[in-house]
């Protein structure tokens, strides 16, 4: 009883999870594992790449016991040692002191009984390092992060921070978080090689990652590509590889491979869309709430500046219906990569740009733009917002820290007063692809989240957006 008042009195600041759910090392991305799986008593506990096993899911009880192998063992601390380096094991559920923990505000995992914490032993990263009890230092090897720990503000996402400003969502896309902090829905589609069957997959819980698991499970033993984005928003502006069916008439793209990069969020495994020059994805979009015209616009994306090129175009947002170069204006879509065409790009990229169609803009004209700046970081937030008659703005930051840079807030470069946007949805290509004949598609981006809104978004709301994606723990 004493315990159990000890556990309830210092009751834990972030949210342990309720629900069987993985625990991954802050210091390596791995996950919390019974080793080899194997369901006796006294095996014990190491590090090892994050499965979605029942040796990989903890449940923490309202008695404090830490359940695993599908709530029939608890986590013990191996006969109670007064001194650090005893093993933790699991055990049948029995109620003894040394199976009631506690979960603490910093991620670390403390047994109640000796006040030891769950450690990575020698501070090490590799698959198979033991777990062992040790004195609690608050390094990174005793903290531990679980995909039910949402990231602060509370449930918001970007979708609902944009609704909340009064610019809503019509298409979000992301094969890694949920983007409103109730979707529960699929984030993509994948197609594995071996019977081109197709899977969509979803969320480990509402507004929650990717369930990468159910992907590794489904695509074990055969290669997978992503046939399909899924839009959040409810506007059904799905993207669909630009090459399958459901895009008539093109024949000059093929999909991205599905495993061509792994990453964390939120504590959690998932995986990017990694595309690469013939991949790209689209989406007639004009019916279903996207903006047209001189309608007032905005968009961000999450992606990276470690994987780039020059090749025409990485782009996400608003394109042509017809997939042809119509006229200046006729796109309004977010570029990020290392060409520079009219000059205003400082240092050698990539750079946040507009492609506003015959045309990649670094600012509102073809003169230097003095605050123009590369972004070569893993993750990284670029916006565009423009009020589709007189101005727009561009803007980047670190999608880990950090708030953004405004790298234009002016005018419209000449000739594209008003827009003239026709209402598709573009990614990984410039908006004259695929048809034969056609060219647009040789470039190489990643792809973790997006978004395009109605309406052009306070600075405010854009600051709100960079600050769930710098808590959504790209990693």
């Known amino acids: 009883m004493a315990l159990l ?12 999870p309720a629900a069987a759910a993985p625990l991954t090392s802050s210091a390596s991305g791995r996950c919390l594992d019974v080793r080899g799986n194997v369901d006796t008593q006294g095996t014990t506990l190491d590090v090892w790449d994050c499965n979605g096993q029942a040796n990989q899911a903890f449940a923490l009880t309202s008695a404090g016991e830490l359940r695993t192998m599908s709530g029939t063992r608890c986590v013990d601390a191996y006969d109670d040692r007064t001194a650090p380096g005893a093993p933790a094991v699991i055990r049948s559920c029995d109620g003894r002191a040394t199976q009631v923990w506690r979960m603490n505000g910093d991620g670390t995992v403390t047994a109640v009984r000796s006040g030891f914490c769950l450690d990575v032993s ?3 990263t590799a698959n198979g390092t033991a777990v062992v009890l040790w004195t609690c230092t608050g390094r990174a090897n005793q903290k531990w992060t679980t995909p039910t720990t949402p990231p602060p503000p509370g449930a918001a996402r970007p979708c609902d921070l944009y609704a909340a400003g009064g610019t809503p969502c019509v298409a979000a896309h992301s094969t890694v978080r949920a983007l409103f902090g109730s979707y529960r829905g699929p984030l993509y589609q994948v197609r594995r090689s071996s019977d081109n069957m197709t899977r969509d997959i979803g969320v480990l819980s509402p507004g929650g990652i990717a369930d990468a698991a159910a992907q590794d499970a489904f695509c074990a033993g055969a290669s997978c590509v992503i046939t399909a984005v899924r839009d959040q928003s ?20 093929s999909p991205a491979k599905a495993t061509s990069e792994s990453l964390t969020a939120g504590g959690a495994k998932a995986y990017s869309l990694y595309i690469n020059p013939g991949n790209s994805y689209w989406r007639d979009g004009h019916l279903t709430g996207v ?23 990485f782009d996400y ?28 790009c400082a240092g050698s990229g990539p750079w946040v740009q507009a492609d506003l169609e015959w045309g990649l803009y670094s600012g509102g004209s073809q003169s230097w733009n003095t605050r123009q700046r590369a972004f070569p970081g893993k993750f990284v937030t670029a916006m565009l917002k423009n009020n589709g008659t007189s101005r727009f703005a561009l803007k980047g930051g670190d999608a880990q820290s950090g708030g953004l840079t405004t790298l234009w807030d002016g005018a419209l470069p000449g000739g594209y007063s008003p827009m003239k946007k026709q209402g598709a949805i573009v990614l990984g290509s410039g908006g ?17 989240e997006g978004a395009i809104v109605a309406g052009y978004p306070s600075d405010a709301t854009d600051d709100a957006v960079q600050a769930n994606v710098t808590a959504a723990g790209y990693r």
């Open 5 to 16: 008042l000890v556990l309830l009195e210092t009751a834990p600041t972030w949210s342990a």
């Open 122 to 124: 020698g501070a090490a």
């Open 234 to 253: 409810g506007h059904g502006n799905d993207l669909w590889y630009q090459g399958s069916s459901q895009v008539p008439g093109s024949d000059r793209s």
């Open 291 to 313: 903006p047209t015209g001189a309608a007032p616009e905005g968009a961000y994306m999450v992606t990276s500046g470690a994987h780039v090129n020059g090749g025409c175009c």
């Open 317 to 344: 947002g608003n394109s042509e219906t017809s997939r042809k170069a119509d006229a200046a204006g006729a796109m309004d879509a977010i570029n990020f990569g290392t060409e520079c065409w009219f000059g205003g």
């Open 432 to 448: 004259d692809c695929c048809k034969p004949g056609g060219g647009a598609n040789l470039s190489a981006g990643t792809f973790y």
